[in-house]
C-alpha cells in the first residue's frame, strides 16, 4: 500500500521552542494532507487541511498563528508549533489521500515539551 | 454533519473465536467507511474501506466489514482471531475522500 512517513518520530523541546515536523507522502502525489492530534487512548483530533500551493484551512479552535502548516509540494507537508508548551505535548500524526481515495497515515510523531 | 459511533470502548475474544468490532454511522449523504488499526506509539493503519459496490468489503490481515445501509452500520469482523490482532481500531466516515470524521476507538484484545 501506499507509504507516508514524519520525521521526527519523537522530539522533546523546552518550552518556549519552536519545533517542525514534516510529513513525506513517499509514492505517491498528495495534493490534500491533514494534520491530527491525538491525546492518550483518544479518537484521532483534525487539526487542519494542508492543500498544496495554498493555505491551510485550520478546524475551529485551532490556533493558525501557533500550528503552522506549510504545503510546498505534491509530497510534502510541514506541521511547526511555535512558542511550544507543554499543554502542546501529543501524539501528532499526517494523513494524504491518495488517487484511490484512501487515506494512508504516517506512523506519528510524539512531541514532549518540558 | 456526520458521526461516528463506536459502542464498544473494550472487546475481548479468545484466540480462535470470531471477533466483531461494532461501528455506526450518521451521515448526510453516501458513506465512504473505513476502518484502521492502530498499534502503541504507532500512527493508523488502513485495513478496509467501503465506497461503493458490494456490501461485504474484505481487507487486510483477515478482516473484513458488512456495510448496512438500512442499519447504517459497518461492523468489522474476522472469523478467527488472533493474539497479534490486538490492537486499537477506528472507524471513519467522509462524504468524499476528503475530512474524515472517527469513531472514538475500540481496544480489541485478544486472549490466548
Known amino acids: 500500500g501506499a507509504v507516508v512517513s514524519q520525521h521526527p518520530s519523537r522530539v522533546i523541546c523546552k518550552s518556549g521552542t519552536s519545533v517542525k515536523i514534516e510529513c513525506r507522502s513517499l509514492d505517491f502525489q498528495a495534493t490534500t494532507m491533514f494534520w491530527y492530534r491525538q491525546f492518550p487512548k483518544k479518537s484521532l483530533m483534525l487539526m487542519a487541511t494542508?492543500?498544496?500551493?495554498?493555505?491551510?484551512?485550520?478546524e475551529q479552535g485551532v490556533e493558525k498563528d501557533k500550528f503552522l502548516i506549510n504545503h510546498a509540494s505534491l509530497t510534502l507537508s510541514t506541521l511547526t508549533v511555535t512558542s511550544a508548551h507543554p499543554e502542546d505535548s501529543s501524539f501528532y500524526i499526517c494523513?494524504?489521500?491518495?488517487?484511490?481515495?484512501?487515506?494512508?497515515f504516517g506512523p506519528g510523531t510524539r512531541l514532549l515539551v518540558l | 454533519a456526520q458521526s461516528v459511533a463506536q459502542p464498544e470502548d473494550q472487546v475481548n475474544v479468545a484466540e480462535g473465536n470470531p471477533l466483531t468490532v461494532k461501528c455506526t454511522y450518521s451521515v448526510s449523504g453516501n458513506p465512504y467507511l473505513f476502518w484502521y488499526v492502530q498499534y502503541p506509539n504507532r500512527g493508523l493503519q488502513f485495513l478496509l474501506k467501503?465506497?461503493?459496490?458490494?456490501?461485504l468489503v474484505k481487507g487486510s490481515y483477515g478482516f473484513e466489514a458488512e456495510f448496512n445501509k438500512s442499519q447504517t452500520s459497518f461492523h468489522l469482523k474476522k472469523p478467527s482471531a488472533l493474539v497479534s490482532d490486538s490492537a486499537l481500531y477506528f472507524c471513519a466516515v467522509s462524504l468524499n475522500a476528503g475530512k474524515s470524521t472517527f469513531g472514538d476507538g475500540t481496544t480489541l484484545t485478544v486472549k490466548p
Open positions: 494542508s492543500n498544496e500551493g495554498s493555505k491551510a484551512t485550520y
Open positions: 467501503y465506497i461503493t459496490g458490494d456490501n
Open positions: 494523513s494524504a489521500i491518495s488517487r484511490q481515495e484512501t487515506q494512508y
